[in-house]
Nanobody
């Protein structure tokens, strides 16, 4: 059973930066893909970043150029470095894990692809 725990959320002014972390425990096999999603109340979860099977990062258009996803070799820790934050970046950020992505992908898979989720960490960006 994969367990995920996010940390690093908080409040920041527009234009600021935050770094989120996700620690994976339990079943820590490496044949897995990890991603970041975010969600505002009343909206579906938006996939914003994933690392594909060739260790290439893939981003949604809404965060491309501002956010950076990375992970350690064992895929037991995932980070999201967020720069130039905007008020509409506010929301709950979730770490997700799913089957390994073999090869390259051109987009973040839908939420249904991922089988394990953290509880989320809150990010609030003020203007």
């Amino acid at each position: 059973q994969v367990q995920l725990m996010e940390s690093g959320g908080g409040s920041v002014e527009a234009g600021g930066s935050l770094r989120l972390s996700c620690d994976r425990s339990g079943d820590t096999y490496s044949q897995i893909s990890m991603a970041w999603f975010r969600q505002n109340p009343g909206n579906e979860r938006e996939g914003i970043a994933v690392i594909d099977g060739e260790d290439n990062p893939v981003y949604s258009d809404s965060v491309k150029g501002r956010f950076t996803i990375s992970q350690n070799r064992e895929k037991t820790t995932l980070w999201l470095h967020m720069n130039n934050l905007k008020p509409d970046d506010s929301g709950t950020y979730y770490c997700a894990a799913g089957p390994r992505l073999w090869g390259s992908v051109n987009w973040v898979p839908p939420s249904t692809y991922f089988t394990s989720w953290g509880q989320g960490t809150q990010v609030t960006v003020s203007s």
